[in-house]
């Protein structure tokens, strides 16, 4: 989750190592896009059930308002959510 700089690092070395990743962003200017072979998607938090989620936000408005959504999902920091930033 995140389409920024850490994102796109983030992005990158997960493709290096041949991992599989959905790509989502919050950012709607970015949803659609194609960054390496990767297609930003829109946030859908069905798609999160049962993953494992990096998140890759570096903006202290964002990371709060990330926060309050993931755990009123019932998702846990260092379990089920890992920050990257």
Do not use: Y
Request: charged share 25%.
């Amino acid at each position: 989750w995140g389409a920024g700089k850490k994102g796109k690092l983030l992005a990158r070395l997960l493709a290096e190592q041949d991992e599989s990743f959905l790509w989502m962003t919050n950012n709607e200017r970015k949803i659609g896009v194609t960054i390496g072979d990767a297609i930003l998607q829109d946030i859908d938090l069905n798609k999160l059930s049962g993953a494992q989620t990096i998140l890759a936000v570096a903006s202290p408005e964002d990371q709060k308002e990330i926060k309050t959504i993931l755990h009123a999902q019932g998702l846990k920091n260092g379990q089920d959510f890992w920050w990257f930033c």
